[in-house]
Nanobody, 125 residues
Framework: QVQLVESGGGSVQSGGSLRLSCAAS????????MGWFRQAPGKEREGVAA???????SYADSVKGRFTVSQDNAKNTLYLQMNSLKPEDTAMYYC???????????????????WGQGTQVTVSS
């Protein structure tokens, strides 16, 4: 059974940094893509960043230049380095993965089958 477990969330002041991790386990195949989504209170879940097995990445406009997605295939772990954090980045952050990843670069939920439980990020002003 595929498991995605996020960690690294917390509370930070505006302008600070956090690094999220997502450890994947319970599968014998390779994910073609993995990504990060977030959901703020009262808002719909939105795509933040994604990476495919060849290393190509995609970012939401709101985080370009501030967030960096990366993966360590040897450790089966996905990362999200978040710099220059803003209060509007406050949300629950979810890790997602899939084997087929239809149009993964569009950062749409429908492209991802497997999801973690989320880790909370709170940015204060």
């Amino acid at each position: 059974q595929v498991q995605l477990v996020e960690s690294g969330g917390g509370s930070v002041q505006s302008g600070g940094s956090l690094r999220l991790s997502c450890a994947a386990s319970g599968y014998s195949y390779s994910f073609y893509c993995m990504g990060w989504f977030r959901q703020a209170p009262g808002k719909e879940r939105e795509g933040v960043a994604a990476i495919e097995s060849g290393g190509s990445t995609s970012y939401a406009d709101s985080v370009k230049g501030r967030f960096t997605v990366s993966q360590d295939n040897a450790k089966n772990t996905l990362y999200l380095q978040m710099n220059s954090l803003k209060p509007e980045d406050t949300a629950m952050y979810y890790c997602a993965a899939d084997q087929a990843c239809l149009e993964w670069w569009l950062l749409q939920e429908v492209a991802f089958t497997y999801w973690g439980q989320g880790t909370q990020v709170t940015v204060s002003s």
